[in-house]
């Protein structure tokens, strides 16, 4: 359940077109989040004007960004799928089109192991000198 290097782009083409979709919405994003708390979701006009306030044909209600997605990391996994899922229908269908949220996990898992890994060579050599030094 690990990404090999022949995966990488199933993980950084559909990031990359994220990011994009978050940078072009960075702007209007304070006044997407109050738009949103405004009208409720059973409002049958809360999808036009949200993409009105964008001033794009999508909008993300979620608090999160790319920026503040890495001031969490503790958290990261909980908040990116709170991040995708604030996105209109038109951005949910591209995410679950690119199967995301399944390469996303993917992607945590080899991290957490590559970290692991990396703590375990660190006590290693820390053994290893200890055990020279006696």
Do not use: C
Not at 66 to 86: H, M, Q, R, T, V
Not at 87 to 94: A, F, L, N, Q, R
């Amino acid at each position: 359940m690990y990404i090999k290097p022949h995966e990488y782009g199933d993980v950084i083409l559909p990031l990359t077109v994220l990011k994009r979709f978050d940078s072009v919405l960075s702007d209007t994003k304070s006044k997407v989040l109050e738009a949103s708390k405004k009208y409720d979701e059973k409002f049958a006009q809360r999808d036009f004007i949200l993409k009105e306030t964008s001033g794009q044909n999508f909008y993300n209600t979620s608090k999160y960004d790319f920026k503040k997605l890495l001031d969490d990391p503790a958290n990261i996994e909980e908040n990116f799928y709170n991040y995708l899922d604030g996105y209109s229908k038109e951005v949910t269908d591209i995410v679950e089109n690119f199967d995301l949220k399944d390469i996303f996990k993917k992607w945590l898992t080899t991290i957490f192991y590559i970290q692991s890994l990396k703590r375990l060579i660190k006590r290693m050599q820390i053994y290893i000198q200890m055990k020279f030094l006696i």
